[in-house]
């Protein structure tokens, strides 16, 4: 497995992101996922602040009946790695986002004490030439699985694995600021009759899809 793919060059994060059906079966090894929580403080226009707090030495099954609060609390002296983060609105799979280090301590506090929660596990690795990170949601957004190519530059000409449903870069709705403040049970239905009616989309200005 490689490394949490969040840290970005010059501030700006270069993605594109897919919504999937489920978990690709090869990417639940032995590595234990990501286990993240985190609060949205901002989040209006597509401008955002988040507060996150991650850990790898705890492994939880993400069930529509998990409380991110509950699951902080209880296992608080697991997540020793936290961080602050602003982001701008997302044009084209581009972003504006600067992350910093914050004490892990200050960050369960201040999430314990505002913002909208969500929680999630983030499996990565990399397929064919490019580092890809899978979440899989918790609480009021399971059972959401978005998969993420993310690059130091423009995500063209990307080859699309077989578990990519449908497109969703650029949709605010699938953002975790839009799905901390309106989670993905809340329009779940909604979303699929739209993939039953329009068929699986892949965005053409990004160069050449090449499908898995």
Same mark, same amino acid.
């Given at each position: 497995?490689?490394?949490?793919? #969040?840290?970005?060059? #010059?501030? =700006?994060? $270069?993605?594109?992101?897919?919504?999937?059906?489920?978990?690709?079966?090869?990417?639940?090894? &032995?590595?234990?996922?990501?286990?993240?929580?985190?609060?949205?403080?901002?989040?209006?226009?597509? $401008?955002?602040?988040? !507060?996150?707090?991650?850990?790898? &030495?705890?492994?939880?099954?993400?069930?529509?009946?998990?409380?991110?609060?509950?699951?902080?609390?209880?296992?608080?002296?697991?997540?020793?790695?936290? &961080?602050? @983060?602003? /982001?701008?609105? &997302?044009?084209?799979? @581009?972003?504006?986002?600067?992350?910093?280090?914050?004490?892990?301590?200050?960050?369960?506090?201040?999430? /314990?004490?505002?913002?909208?929660?969500?929680?999630?596990?983030? =499996? @990565?690795?990399?397929?064919?030439?490019?580092?890809?990170?899978?979440?899989? =949601?918790? #609480?009021?957004?399971?059972?959401? +699985?978005?998969?993420?190519?993310?690059? +130091?530059?423009?995500?063209?000409?990307? !080859? +699309?694995? /077989?578990?990519?449903?449908?497109?969703?870069?650029?949709?605010?709705?699938?953002?975790?600021?839009?799905?901390?403040?309106?989670? $993905?049970?809340?329009?779940?239905?909604?979303?699929?009759?739209?993939? %039953?009616?329009?068929?699986?989309?892949?965005?053409? $200005?990004?160069?050449?899809?090449?499908? %898995?």
């Amino acid at each position: 497995m490689v490394e949490d793919l #969040g840290r970005n060059i #010059g501030d =700006f994060e $270069y993605t594109r992101r897919f919504f999937c059906r489920a978990l690709p079966t090869q990417l639940d090894d &032995s590595d234990s996922p990501t286990l993240i929580v985190q609060s949205y403080y901002v989040h209006q226009d597509n $401008y955002a602040l988040r !507060v996150r707090l991650k850990t790898k &030495s705890v492994r939880i099954a993400m069930t529509p009946d998990l409380d991110p609060l509950a699951v902080l609390e209880k296992y608080r002296d697991e997540f020793r790695i936290g &961080s602050v @983060t602003v /982001k701008g609105p &997302s044009v084209g799979g @581009t972003r504006y986002e600067a992350s910093r280090d914050l004490d892990s301590r200050i960050a369960g506090e201040l999430i /314990k004490r505002g913002g909208h929660v969500t929680i999630k596990n983030r =499996f @990565t690795d990399w397929i064919d030439e490019d580092g890809w990170n899978i979440d899989v =949601f918790g #609480g009021t957004n399971a059972p959401l +699985i978005i998969a993420e190519a993310e690059r +130091i530059g423009p995500v063209t000409n990307l !080859v +699309i694995p /077989k578990f990519c449903t449908t497109e969703i870069t650029d949709q605010s709705r699938f953002s975790n600021e839009g799905l901390a403040a309106n989670p $993905y049970s809340r329009w779940k239905s909604e979303f699929e009759d739209e993939l %039953e009616a329009d068929g699986p989309q892949f965005l053409d $200005y990004f160069g050449t899809n090449r499908m %898995e």
